[in-house]
């Protein structure tokens, strides 16, 4: 296969991404612009506790009803079988993603968290996991769908795969920064493969 590791983001790629970050944010009474992590990493005391409280209530919400994307499973299993090692990186709390994995008989080897500092898209929350699992970054596929996943990956060095699975598969701006764009998670195979890749950056 093209690479050694695969680390997948959760909410979104490997699963429905359910989480009403609008919602979110007007109950915390924060802007639109900037990550609601890291608008709560500027909160003290009792403001922060009531933050994450919302946060974990609307996460644990989503964790309980998020079906998980077609392709997933299979996409795990023939990594493993391949003798591809396997990770997620994700900013969702450690028990929602164990409730989420545990739900869809999801594996991957190793599991990073927000409790795993630092989050997405700071480049090492993607480098400590390839210095863990003794990989190269250039053997290394990061999977996401969102803007994050993209920015970490290119301050990591490594490959990134775009999953179109938001507005409705709509190729957004920041699809740029892949390199490669898939649209069903099975497409992943032919890339690792070594698989050719479409002018538009879409897998072939």
Aim: charged share 30%.
């Amino acid at each position: 296969m093209k690479y050694r590791l695969v680390i997948f983001d959760m909410d979104g790629t490997l699963t429905e991404e359910l989480i009403d970050f609008a919602a979110i944010r007007a109950e915390m009474g924060l802007p639109v612009e900037g990550g609601i992590l890291e608008h709560m990493k500027r909160m003290t005391g009792e403001e922060r506790a009531r933050a994450a409280a919302i946060l974990d209530r609307h996460e644990a919400e989503a964790a309980e009803r998020c079906g998980v994307h077609e392709g997933a499973a299979e996409v795990l299993v023939r990594l493993r079988v391949a003798g591809v090692r396997t990770a997620l990186l994700t900013r969702n709390s450690r028990g929602c993603a164990e409730r989420i994995l545990g739900r869809h008989g999801l594996e991957l080897e190793h599991v990073a968290t927000r409790e795993d500092l630092p989050h997405k898209p700071h480049p090492d929350s993607i480098l400590n996991i390839v210095r863990r699992m003794g990989v190269e970054p250039r053997e290394t596929l990061m999977v996401g769908d969102y803007v994050y996943d993209l920015q970490a990956a290119q301050a990591a060095g490594v490959d990134a795969a775009l999953v179109l699975t938001r507005d409705g598969g709509r190729v957004p701006e920041y699809a740029r920064m892949a390199t490669v764009c898939v649209r069903d998670l099975r497409e992943l195979l032919g890339v690792l493969e070594g698989g050719r890749w479409g002018e538009n950056g879409e897998s072939t």
